[in-house]
């Protein structure tokens, strides 16, 4: 049905508001420079050409009952003919369940409908080229708008509804309109998810075949119900999910997510007061709704509040406790378990997204065949997902792949999806690529050592050090000191899902925040060098207090001295206690890709004075670096305003200079997967 008259009101001025920036989301059109019957034309001639069905009607405020009496809000987009006649034969449905309010969703669908205004914005978008000014990031970002990323991970797409499908959005307890508290992720929030799929599933206009759909924690949530899944649920497309969030964005490697997490719990906490403005004057609202806001107003504040503000580790309450044991319900609820994925999952992830330390870990563990499981990775933080994608020599976009995704597993069309890929990622340096797996064949982990000679390659850094695959010659030590260089930064951009990426000086060119940094640098390569998979950072670190916080980057320095940043990883030293069984290991026997348990009774003491060796786990990721380019680490004492320490932790540094000991007896090395040595 549509809006309820005295909404109205409020969603055409929010909807004016929203409409032109959320319709440069919906754009279409054929997959430029493609064969004509190529798989991705064929996918995109299907997706945006006429539907089935030209309209959508909307069914808003539908109750599901949870199985403890607590009341979840669902809209339910349903099919219609050019009269509205809404379709009677039931139809595959696509859940999202969302902390984001499905009112915002609504808004986002309705300006979507807009007649005329789609075309108009999406041309818009299509011409703005940015590329060789110092903002070509803002570009970037808005790239995003014509790949698919309202469609996928914020609203609704009208399209995919058309071409058969029924959408159910609901929120999530203790959000939006939902009654209850927000139990973040937790075992009764992932009970909900199942018991609205099957709710779903047993509606009169839902013929029991469920995909469900949506980024970031709705994505996070598909991953979830996909774990032994219900037998409804037959496939997932979820975008920029994340798996194992205290690695991820919580605090990796130690460090509190200071601007990501308070820019989110704000974001969420702030829209699950919004209240139901039709049911305050019709006499229906629900005041359980309202006790239930009332009795838990700020939702994870506490934790964040206790996890920076806690100044030592004795007597801590009881959230700080949770979050550092790892047996707790809170680390339980925020651990994903892709090994028991059980239906076929297409992931979309990003190299600087917050959550990309999973995406190629999530492809990895899900034991599912190629084709049942797919992985696109772009160039992308967290607000800008799909960007890139649909022109000549990339992928599709993300509504695109989606509608394709579904028409396979749904409704049994060999649509010929389950051919693509499997890992497609477009490689930082270059261009897309097609892998059978990742990473890719062919590469090899090799040690590239720290030496504190020169390279000649910068003036701007704290030192100018030097990599090269022969150990260090004598011993040196350096010292750095925690800054705030790091403002400036690609770690910057990440931590604030890309919110401050569209200053090129900082996230595209690492010299600002080098300038306070240790930076190693190879000799200029004189072949095309691969780099792909996870990466160890081995420091030989020594400490004037009882711990410390290290970020170290790995970067591509072109010739012309810009240096770009590929990958990232940071750790406290006190948490440097390494989990073997979760942990790899190339065939020397050096680490690849650390696993600290980041728990209190993982703890090691840090002795002032003494060397004491860490492995930092950086992302994983994949990139080419042409000849004439440089390979370059940086280290830093911090990464400010990315993430700190836990307040006991940053405590005990006393934000104290550290030391990198540079030791032919005990090297500091990259454990690095290329496909050809670094000389």
């Not at 969703?105 to 300006?111: F, N, S, V």
């Not at 850094?461 to 030590?477: I, K, Q, R, V």
């Not at 320095?557 to 240096?563: C, L, Y």
């Amino acid at each position: 049905m549509a809006v309820r008259g005295s909404e109205r009101g409020l969603v055409r001025m929010l909807v004016t508001i929203l409409a032109l920036i959320v319709v440069l989301g919906c754009g279409g059109g054929p997959a430029a420079g493609q064969p004509a019957d190529a798989p991705a034309a064929r996918w995109t001639a299907l997706h945006d050409g006429p539907g089935a069905y030209p309209e959508v009607r909307v069914e808003r405020g539908v109750e599901i009952t949870m199985s403890d009496g607590v009341v979840l809000k669902a809209d339910v987009y349903r099919p219609a003919d050019a009269a509205g006649v809404i379709e009677q034969k039931p139809l595959p449905t696509i859940v999202s369940l969302t902390p984001y309010s499905k009112l915002m969703t609504g808004l986002i669908e309705q300006a979507a409908a807009i007649p005329g205004l789609q075309a108009t914005a999406v041309d818009i978008v299509r011409r703005l080229n940015l590329s060789a000014t110092p903002i070509s990031g803002f570009g970037d970002l808005m790239q995003a708008l014509d790949g698919g990323m309202i469609q996928t991970m914020l609203g609704v797409d009208r399209k995919l509804i058309g071409g058969g499908y029924t959408v159910v959005v609901a929120d999530v307890r203790g959000t939006g309109l939902s009654q209850g508290k927000w139990n973040t992720l937790g075992a009764r929030e992932q009970l909900d998810t199942r018991e609205v799929i099957e709710w779903a599933a047993q509606q009169p206009w839902s013929n029991g075949r469920i995909g469900m759909s949506g980024g970031s924690y709705s994505g996070i949530n598909q991953l979830r119900a996909a774990e032994d899944a219900p037998a409804a649920l037959q496939a997932i497309f979820p975008v920029e999910p994340g798996s194992d969030l205290m690695r991820d964005v919580v605090a990796p490697g130690g460090g509190v997510g200071t601007t990501f997490l308070p820019m989110w719990l704000n974001s969420v906490n702030q829209l699950k007061f919004v209240p139901d403005v039709a049911s305050m004057a019709d006499g229906t609202f629900d005041w359980t709704w309202f006790r239930d806001r009332l009795a838990d107003p700020t939702t994870n504040f506490d934790l964040l509040a206790q996890a920076l503000l806690t100044p030592s580790l004795s007597n801590m309450p009881p959230a700080l406790d949770g979050a550092l044991d790892d047996t707790s319900a809170f680390r339980e609820a925020i651990m994903g378990h892709p090994e028991k994925v059980t239906v076929p999952t297409f992931v979309y992830g990003g190299w600087h997204d917050i959550f990309a330390n999973s995406a190629t870990k999530l492809y990895e563990q899900i034991p599912l065949p190629a084709g049942h499981k797919q992985l696109v990775v772009g160039d992308t933080y967290h607000a800008n997902p799909g960007a890139g994608t649909g022109v000549p020599g990339a992928p599709p976009r993300l509504d695109v792949l989606q509608r394709a995704w579904f028409d396979k597993w749904l409704k049994d069309i060999d649509s010929g999806v389950d051919d693509f890929g499997p890992v497609t990622v477009k490689q930082q340096g270059g261009s897309w690529i097609t892998l059978p797996e990742f990473p890719m064949p062919g590469v090899t982990h090799r040690r590239v050592y720290l030496s504190a000679a020169p390279s000649g390659s910068t003036e701007d850094s704290l030192h100018d050090g030097s990599l090269s695959a022969a150990g260090p010659a004598g011993s040196e030590n350096l010292t750095v000191a925690p800054g705030l260089s790091n403002m400036c930064s690609r770690d910057a951009a990440q931590g604030s899902a890309g919110m401050a990426a569209a200053l090129d000086t900082c996230a595209k060119d690492s010299r600002i925040a080098e300038r306070n940094a240790l930076t190693f640098t190879s000799a200029p390569l004189t072949e095309q060098t691969v780099i792909s998979g996870p990466i160890n950072v081995r420091l030989n670190t020594v400490h004037d207090s009882t711990d410390g916080f290290w970020n170290v980057t790995v970067n591509d320095v072109a010739p012309d001295g810009t240096s770009t940043v590929l990958t990232t990883g940071q750790l406290t030293t006190s948490m440097r206690a390494i989990d073997e069984r979760r942990s790899a290991r190339s065939v020397n026997g050096d680490l690849t890709a650390p696993f600290n348990p980041l728990t209190l009774d993982h703890l090691l003491p840090v002795v002032p004075g003494t060397p004491t060796a860490i492995d930092v786990a950086i992302i994983p990721t994949q990139a080419v670096l042409a000849p004439g380019h440089r390979l370059r680490i940086d280290v830093f004492a911090g990464n400010a305003p990315k993430a700190l320490p836990f307040r006991p932790m940053l405590n005990a540094t006393g934000l104290e200079p550290q030391h990198l000991r540079l030791d032919p007896a005990d090297p500091s090395f990259v454990n690095l997967p290329t496909d050809r040595p670094i000389p």
